[in-house]
């Protein structure tokens, strides 16, 4: 059997602990070191020559996306499974397309990690359902971004913000038509059913700016 050489990277040590030992005890992987953020991933990922990294998101110096980019451009055949606390979308959206191959809870059974790392040795994709769900949200959002103009991305955001139409008319130098008029195509464009969804959707996600 493949002895698979993992790098765990983490600025927790109890976390970083709580790792080894899971991988330790399991047949055919060894742990060849742990790095405490981004930048020491790099220089260790090089010396070690891990075949994969069980990365973090959020650490000093360097965050886990910003490592896991440096990681693929340096060397694009390394694994990365992403094992972190955060399951917001934008955080799993930025991961795989960072370069990891996997995202997984850090609450996640021991055996599951396990056979993440297994998958993602082999090439193979590893996201929970639950992610998978965020992830494929996330980027029908992102797709439907291309749908609105620059204005209504702009009404969008500032409903958001819980702004009126009076006050997003002032705001941008327009008529409350104008603004009403937006708010009706956005909500044609987005699927939706009324001002009221688009402000809920808009109080949980920005459109990016152009």
């Not at 996306?65 to 399951?87: Q, W």
């Not at 979308?89 to 191959?101: C, F």
């Not at 204005?151 to 002032?170: H, Q």
Request: aromatic share 2%; net charge negative.
């Amino acid at each position: 059997m493949t002895n698979l050489r993992v790098l765990i990277v983490d600025d927790h040590p109890l976390m970083r602990e709580a790792l080894r030992s899971a991988v330790e005890i399991e047949e055919g992987m060894t742990v060849v070191g742990e790095a405490v953020n981004g930048k020491q991933a790099l220089s260790l990922a090089i010396e070690l020559k891990p075949d994969v990294v069980v990365m973090d998101l959020s650490m000093p110096v360097m965050d886990g996306i910003a490592a896991t980019s440096e990681l693929i451009k340096r060397d694009p055949h390394l694994k990365i499974l992403v094992v972190t606390s955060s399951n917001e979308d934008e955080k799993v959206l930025d991961a795989i397309r960072a370069g990891a191959l996997g995202y997984i809870l850090k609450d996640t059974p021991r055996e599951k990690v396990m056979e993440g790392i297994r998958e993602v040795a082999a090439g193979k994709r590893y996201i929970p359902l639950e992610i998978a769900e965020k992830l494929a949200n996330a980027l029908n959002f992102q797709e439907q971004t291309v749908m609105l103009t620059a204005r209504e991305r702009e009404i969008f955001n500032l409903l958001g913000e819980g702004l009126s139409n009076k006050e997003i008319a002032g705001k941008l130098i327009i008529s409350e038509t104008t603004v009403r008029v937006h708010i009706s195509n956005i909500v044609d464009k987005l699927k939706l059913y009324s001002r009221r969804e688009v402000v809920l959707l808009a109080k949980q996600k920005k459109y990016p700016e152009m």
